[in-house]
């Protein structure tokens, strides 16, 4: 939000430059992003007078025009605009003048008529965006002023504004706070305008949770022209574009106290205003000239011809006020937050009306501006305000909260006295009274304890606050443990060459499950539900990396998946996927091949080694994959790792690089439940001395799975057996080699003693106790 140094003095008396206001609302929270320069310091820019208007004899689109500059002598100006008239007085760039963009104005002719300088829009001098063709000047200005004195430099503030502080979104919430903390005096004073409040008539409100204030004033006798010049100034400082004086004055009191209002033309509006949800298929054209197909959910201010405003957000275009508008029916309301961003994100719109409805609002705020409005309307345009007010619902008590002055000591650590801490919540506007702290309307965030001992804190200086205790021991919590276990596994992943990745929790329908729990405010159909899985996120990451160029991918991702059960589960999920050449090419010729299953496979068993295993699923196949197996991790089903089918990969592969991918989603509880359970040990550099390697070839029952012939092996713990790898498998239907029933199984042993070489006898002596362990526990046999 823009802020205007030369508007914010009218409501707080400093001393203080641009810098040092900027650091003291850095000190109370507001983030000041820029402080920039306004207005105009281009010199030979003066007021002139349009005299006459002509047609140009070689253009259909230029007009001849003379101006009276005060010099004595009419200049001949070559114009293209079309909005002025005689008598205008418009901004003249003399010969010699440079203009924003380097342009330089000078003697020169156009189509054959010479031009002795040029007419300006406020675009061309940086004033702002302004209307369409030429900056039509106040009657009063003086013919022969120049630029610099007609519109004086102005300071700009760019801020920041967090999402709990409506009331910095208009020039008086920031002064306010800007005096608070020292900056100045606080100039400002409530308007009040004599008026009785009168209940229901033109306003009704159907819903009060979702409108709790609403309230009209009928102004007459409204004359709708150009607002004056220091009105214009004003909104184009800060970047509003001049539209006419009682739009301008809408947007002027939102701007100076933080809340929206809005005109309708009364003599437009059928019968009451009612505040009401739309019904199906009502249809508003908005202001923008956009027709919006109007949900039941949407909030509306509809007369009896139907919805004349999306409540809160923008305004229709049958009840626009115009140039030929007479009376008015000035708007101020107070909104619930959640209807109105619903509607807001459900039509693409994002106005400064819904900003601030948005984050709240209050009644008492609702009526000062509406006041407000009121009277700069009775000034600059002449109306007439009628005495009574049309209200529907009502102004809420306001809120008081408790405070314990020895809890604030204790809690900040600080040594302040009674006095002292009610003088600095006084500067925040609150009132003490019997039972506590009165709040004042426009702090909507202080509703706790906790929040008036933030607000000492604040004044105080967060800065003066003594750090007592440096640190001190926290016992593990599961959460640690938890964070500790996934970035175990995140080290053991990429050391096995995979990267992270990061997708959204929020899916559409199609990349959704039927069991997807969809969300009740979605930011957009793209976003409409939450994942239920990990890999349709990968996978757009896959397609993505694919589209680049990559031509070997290794992703994974650790994040929360979200089951809609009778609990509505929330847990955390690990996902992998694969896919191109399991080596880079090289110019050495060699071949290379396709990642496949095995290479995953190698992955999960470097996760939790010696825990994991695999066996065929019993579970239905998944659409998107061709073959599938169950993951167990140290006994626990885990998740499933398989192929993607054919039919599923080519949505993703691109032509010409068509290699299978390899997916894994596994549940976190039991890899971290076995992650726990690991026995750390201190691992030992690679040994100086020779290995010996030796292979067995065993005939076993086809039942027997290598994962029980491994599990045997390594339980043995044979303190010379370093490595057991997988060699052969053979079986024989026919019966011939060896019988149908059974099946051949060659493993290469290695052995290696740690502080000498080893002797062929040891070697021989220990693969017989492990062929002796595997006779007796799983009726193997030596082949011969």
Not at 297 to 322: E, F, Y
Not at 672 to 686: D, N, P, S, V, Y
Not at 737 to 742: E, Q, V, Y
Request: hydrophobic share 40%.
């Amino acid at each position: 939000m823009k802020i205007s140094l030369s508007w914010l003095h009218d409501y707080l008396k400093t001393t203080q430059t641009a810098e040092e206001l900027a650091e003291t609302l850095t000190r109370s929270g507001i983030e000041v992003k820029s402080i920039t320069t306004s207005g105009a310091t281009i010199s030979n820019v003066i007021v002139a007078q349009i005299l006459s208007s002509e047609q140009h004899p070689n253009a259909d689109r230029l007009c001849v025009c003379r101006v009276d500059e005060g010099s004595g002598a009419p200049r001949q100006i070559v114009c293209g605009a079309k909005n002025y008239k005689v008598g205008d007085k418009v901004l003249l760039a003399l010969p010699g003048a440079v203009l924003p963009g380097g342009i330089k104005i000078k003697v020169g002719k156009l189509r054959g008529v010479e031009s002795e300088g040029m007419m300006c829009s406020a675009k061309e001098l940086g004033l702002g965006e302004g209307a369409e063709g030429l900056y039509i000047l106040d009657p009063e200005a003086i013919i022969g002023m120049e630029l610099s004195t007609l519109f004086p430099a102005d300071t700009i503030l760019e801020l920041e504004i967090t999402p709990n502080r409506p009331d910095w979104l208009g020039h008086v919430g920031v002064a306010r706070e800007a005096a608070a903390f020292g900056a100045g005096e606080f100039l400002r004073s409530s308007v009040m305008i004599p008026s009785k409040k009168r209940e229901g008539s033109l306003a009704v409100v159907q819903d009060s949770h979702a409108c709790s204030f609403y309230s009209l004033r009928f102004i007459s006798n409204v004359e709708v022209k150009e607002s004056p010049s220091w009105l214009q100034q004003r909104l184009e400082a800060i970047g509003l574009r001049s539209i006419n004086t009682i739009v301008d004055i809408t947007n002027y009191v939102m701007m100076e106290m933080g809340h929206p209002l809005h005109a309708f033309d009364a003599d437009k509006i059928q019968g009451p205003l009612t505040v009401r949800f739309s019904n199906e298929g009502e249809t508003l054209e908005g202001l923008d000239g956009k027709t919006y197909l109007l949900r039941t959910s949407d909030l509306v201010i509809a007369d009896d011809h139907g919805p004349q405003a999306l409540a809160g957000i923008i305004g229709g275009m049958k009840s626009r006020v115009t140039q030929h508008t007479k009376s008015l029916l000035l708007e101020s309301a107070v909104f619930n937050p959640s209807v109105i961003r619903a509607s807001a994100r459900a039509h693409g719109l994002a106005t400064d009306a819904s900003y601030r409805f948005e984050r709240g609002s209050h009644a008492d705020n609702a009526w000062e501006a509406s006041a407000r409005g009121a009277a700069m309307t009775t000034e600059i345009t002449g109306g007439l305000v009628s005495d009574e007010v049309m209200v529907a619902g009502g102004v809420p008590v306001p809120i008081v909260v408790s405070f314990r002055n020895n809890r604030c000591r204790d809690l900040l650590g600080i040594s302040l006295g009674d006095e002292e801490i009610s003088s600095l919540l006084k500067k925040m506007g609150l009132t003490l009274c019997e039972v506590g702290w009165q709040i004042p309307f426009w702090r909507l965030d202080l509703t706790r304890e906790i929040d008036l001992i933030e607000e000492v804190a604040r004044l105080y200086g967060l800065e003066s606050i003594e750090a007592r205790t440096l640190s001190f021991f926290v016992p593990s919590s599961p959460i640690d443990k938890t964070y500790d276990c996934m970035m175990l596994l995140r080290r053991r992943l990429i050391a096995a060459g995979l990267h992270e990745a990061r997708t959204s929790a929020l899916v559409s329908s199609e990349g959704s499950s039927s069991e997807a729990l969809k969300l009740r405010n979605p930011i957009g159909e793209q976003q409409s539900f939450l994942r239920t899985g990990l890999i349709s996120g990968l996978k757009e990451v896959l397609k993505h990396n694919l589209y680049q160029g990559a031509d070997s991918i290794r992703l994974f991702e650790m994040g929360k998946v979200f089951i809609n059960s009778s609990k509505n589960e929330e847990m955390v999920a690990l996902a992998l996927m694969m896919t191109g050449q399991s080596t880079p090419l090289s110019w050495r010729g060699e071949v290379s091949r396709s990642l496949d299953l095995f290479d995953l496979k190698g992955v999960l068993d470097h996760l939790v080694p010696g825990k994991i295993s695999y066996r065929s699923s019993v579970r239905a196949l998944l659409p998107i994959m061709a073959r599938m197996l169950d993951v167990f991790c140290d006994g626990e089903y885990c998740g499933y790792i398989g192929l993607m089918a054919p039919a599923e990969a080519r949505k993703i592969t691109v032509t010409g690089q068509e290699h299978p991918i390899v997916v894994a989603e596994l549940q976190w509880t039991p890899l971290q439940q076995a992650i726990e359970r690991e026995t750390w040990k201190t691992e030992k550099g690679l040994s100086k001395l020779p290995s010996i390697t030796r292979d067995l070839a065993m005939v076993m029952d086809m039942q027997v799975s290598y994962d029980l012939l491994e599990k045997e092996l390594q339980e043995a713990q044979e303190p010379l057996l370093k490595k057991i790898i997988p060699l052969d498998l053979f079986t024989d239907p026919y019966g011939e080699k060896i019988a149908a029933a059974k099946k051949s199984v060659t493993l290469q042993l290695t052995f290696q003693h740690e502080d000498r070489t080893l002797t062929t006898q040891e070697v021989t002596a220990s693969c017989e106790r492990l062929m002796a362990r595997l006779q007796e526990l799983l009726g193997v046999e030596m082949r011969s």
